[in-house]
Structure formats: structure tokens, C-alpha cells
């Protein structure tokens, strides 16, 4: 629900692969747009965009919640998934702004893995968003 009452609801938008925790396996790295989702030339409130990475399996990783200072939109967040430094993990790279999070969903070891190049903090609380709904 935005500030102006509008409700919204989320579909799967573009995707990557990368291995970001080494372990020889791509992870998915998914970003989740709101129905709301708005161009440039448009005015309004949009609905949070959240980057989420699973495993193969679909089990969640861990979810990067772009927060409201990010308009989503296609022409908003566009992201790399690469092991640029070469250790054999990869990372992403994308544009975030306060108040950008990310909450994890699975275990400790996890924490250790990501490689999100992003500034956001971590935190381990799960974020009150909608359930993403798949399309297709
Ligand atoms: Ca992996
Ligand atoms: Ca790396």
C-alpha cells in the first residue's frame, strides 16, 4: 500500500546468475518490481523494489530491499552480478540509497558469503514487505 492508498503487488522482473558464495554453483539473483513500478516521465509513489538471491533449489539466500529512496521503474535499477575481484565469489554491484537494508534468510554461514558491493547494513530481521508472487 503506498502513502496514497494505492495497493500493489509484485512479479519476478530481471534476473542474473553468479556463484556468490563459492561453492561452485550459480546462485539466482532476481530482482522483484511492484505493479505500481513507474517510467521517468511518470509521477507518484511506487512500491519498493528488492533484489533477492536463491539457490538453485529456490531456497532465499538473502533479499536487498531497495528501500523508498529508489524508484522502481525499468529505468531505475539495473544490476551486475560478476566476480569482479576474482576470488571466485560473485559480487553485485547496483545503485542503492539510505534507507537500502538487507535481511538474511538463512543461516549464519550465509552472512560471511555475501559479497553485495552495495553500502546497505545488514540486518537479520525479516523485512515487512509483501510476498512476491511469481508470473508465468
Ligand atoms: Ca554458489
Ligand atoms: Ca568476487
Not at 505500481?36 to 507518484?44: A, E, H, L, P, T
Not at 559480487?91 to 550465509?110: H, Q, V, Y
Amino acid at each position: 500500500m503506498t502513502p496514497a492508498g494505492e495497493a500493489y503487488t509484485y512479479a519476478a522482473n530481471d534476473l542474473s546468475v553468479g556463484d556468490v558464495d563459492g561453492d561452485g554453483q550459480y546462485e539466482y539473483v532476481v530482482k522483484w518490481d511492484p505493479s505500481n513500478s513507474k517510467d521517468v516521465s511518470q509521477r507518484g509513489y511506487t512500491g519498493n523494489s528488492y533484489v533477492d538471491t536463491y539457490e538453485l533449489d529456490g531456497t532465499l539466500r538473502w533479499r536487498l530491499d531497495l528501500g523508498v529512496n529508489i524508484r522502481s521503474g525499468a529505468h531505475y535499477t539495473q544490476f551486475l552480478v560478476y566476480d569482479f575481484d576474482g576470488d571466485g565469489r560473485s559480487e553485485m554491484m547496483l545503485k542503492t540509497a539510505p534507507p537500502a537494508r538487507r535481511s538474511f534468510a538463512t543461516t549464519p554461514t550465509a552472512r560471511s558469503s555475501p559479497s553485495a558491493t552495495s553500502r546497505c547494513r545488514a540486518r537479520t530481521a525479516a523485512p515487512a514487505t509483501p510476498t512476491p508472487t511469481t508470473t508465468g
